[in-house]
């Protein structure tokens, strides 16, 4: 089923919301578009523990069209109607003047919430980069309940290194996981540990060989052992999913426990995205598989254990049509299930033009359940996908309306329906 964005509708919705006399939306279902005049790219949501959602993205820039681009990390707390609360911006614009920027340039690609021992929210991390003489080193950022910054840190290594995953260890330290590029002795991966009051950088180690695109997640389990994923090529082979698990014990510090390949060599393959699911791992993202590797791109999962086994891989090719779709967010559902996010490159009868978002609900062992195609006439970019308390789904994109890029965050109920 095709859903349309009336555009038009819910970008005044969302932008008429501080008339004194205008009431604010509280629908179940909504969608939402957010933006202050520059291109702005969605990166990350989480729900709030007062069932609202913050926003993580990077905002662009320009004071003029030969100028370099300044970035910085964007911030929005809504409530859980997807209403605007609040918004901070990281390095924040000098003064009160909101033409200024300031030298500084900053890119956040991951967030997570720190929770006290009731489980309440205490504030935010974030990792992602400092950009530096066009070089990227890697940042942290320790954030309030109210958007204020604690206390930021950047790791000023010779290395261009980009800030992907975080998470925090059985200390409440941070582990945050690195992406290195231009690495001469071609280890491209780095785990580093801050401290969880100063920020000051505790140690690092590299990893890796080949090239690797990482995903922007890091999990930890009871024992401290590290996880992610990404995408790897050797030797100008097809890609692979690529699996890390690493140790951070004390008693075995940074000793790479494995690091695989989870793709079948015939096939080009991608892991964009993965997430917690049982004891083990769900990895989404893309596989060329169709016709025996001849055929467009679709979307693909993959169940992994957290001693790297694969336990189940399906793909999800929209039948009949020829076009590409890809998988970029995965979440383990309240029922026991999955939900995927893509992006569909649309031609014939499926979406509405250019690129849609597009949802796909499976069970335990990959049967579908249903799936959702939604978009304007625009290009829409699926970026991130959680389950809300209510059993909803929540989606965030981006939508380039006209040439700007713009936030767009989508509540829908537990079908994928916007009421």
Request: aromatic share 10%; with cysteine.
């Amino acid at each position: 089923m095709k859903i349309y964005l009336i555009v038009g509708l819910f970008f005044l919705l969302t932008t008429c919301t501080t008339e004194d006399d205008v009431g604010l939306p509280h629908s179940t279902t909504f969608v939402r578009y957010f933006n202050g005049g520059n291109n702005d790219e969605a990166r990350q949501v989480i729900q709030t523990n007062d069932n609202g959602f913050i926003i993580l993205a990077n905002t662009e820039i320009k004071v003029s069209e030969l100028a370099d681009p300044v970035y910085k990390i964007k911030l929005i707390k809504t409530d859980e109607f997807g209403n605007q609360q609040w918004q901070s911006f990281y390095p924040p614009f000098p003064g009160s003047d909101p033409v200024k920027i300031t030298d500084k340039s900053y890119k956040g690609n991951n967030l997570i919430a720190l929770r006290d021992g009731t489980n309440n929210e205490v504030g935010f991390v974030i990792v992602g980069e400092e950009i530096q003489n066009g070089s990227p080193k890697m940042m942290i950022l320790k954030i309030d309940s109210d958007g204020e910054l604690i206390a930021e840190r950047t790791l000023n290594s010779v290395i261009a290194l980009s800030g992907r995953g975080v998470s925090t260890n059985a200390t409440g330290d941070f582990i945050a996981l690195g992406s290195i590029t231009g690495s001469p002795n071609n280890r491209n991966m780095m785990l580093a540990k801050f401290s969880k009051t100063t920020l000051d950088s505790v140690w690092s180690y590299q990893y890796g060989a080949g090239q690797t695109t990482l995903v922007s997640r890091l999990f930890m389990n009871d024992q401290n052992d590290a996880f992610w994923g990404g995408t790897v090529q050797k030797d100008n082979t097809n890609s692979s999913i690529r699996f890390v698990r690493v140790l951070v014990d004390p008693s075995n510090l940074g000793g790479i426990n494995f690091d695989l390949p989870l793709s079948n060599p015939q096939y080009t393959e991608t892991g964009n995205d993965f997430c917690r699911y049982g004891s083990g791992f769900a990895i989404i993202g893309n596989t060329n598989q169709k016709d025996n590797g001849t055929g467009d791109t679709d979307i693909m999962f993959k169940r992994i254990s957290d001693d790297g086994r694969t336990l189940s891989s399906k793909s999800f090719p929209i039948v009949g049509q020829q076009q590409n779709e890809n998988g970029n967010s995965i979440f383990a559902t309240h029922d026991g299930g999955l939900i995927l996010l893509g992006t569909i490159d649309t031609q014939g009868d499926i979406g509405r033009g250019d690129k849609d978002y597009y949802l796909i609900k499976i069970d335990a062992f990959g049967t579908v359940e249903w799936t959702k195609d939604y978009g304007s006439k625009f290009e829409d970019n699926g970026v991130n996908v959680i389950q809300a308390k209510d059993n909803g789904y929540i989606i965030l994109g981006t939508t380039s309306l006209g040439r700007v890029k713009t936030i767009m965050l989508m509540k829908t109920d537990k079908n994928g329906k916007i009421k």
